[in-house]
């Protein structure tokens, strides 16, 4: 198994922060606990009827069945889902 050092000392940091806001959070990082997350969050995405990207700001939203939103603030997830600039004509149809 890989070294999950790295995980786990980013896990703990967020927790300390949200004990600082006096918010309580949990961390899975490894075992049962993180495939239980995982399947969670594939069943949540599933959800998802819409997306958009917002590179410029570091955000993704996305839109569910239900109609809520879901905002994700990342450096990497609005540029993973952005298309490539391109200066070529797209065909006429």
Do not use: C
């Amino acid at each position: 198994m890989a070294d999950n050092q790295p995980v786990e000392d980013a896990a703990q940091r967020v927790l300390k922060l949200e004990e600082e806001l006096e918010s309580a959070g949990n961390a899975a990082t490894a075992g049962q606990e993180l495939q239980l997350a995982h399947e969670a969050l594939h069943k949540w995405v599933e959800t998802v009827v819409g997306v958009v990207s917002s590179p410029g700001v570091g955000r993704v939203t996305l839109i569910h069945a239900n109609g809520n939103q879901s905002k994700i603030a990342s450096p990497e997830l609005p540029y993973l889902l952005s298309r490539p600039a391109t200066f070529e004509k797209e065909p006429e149809a």
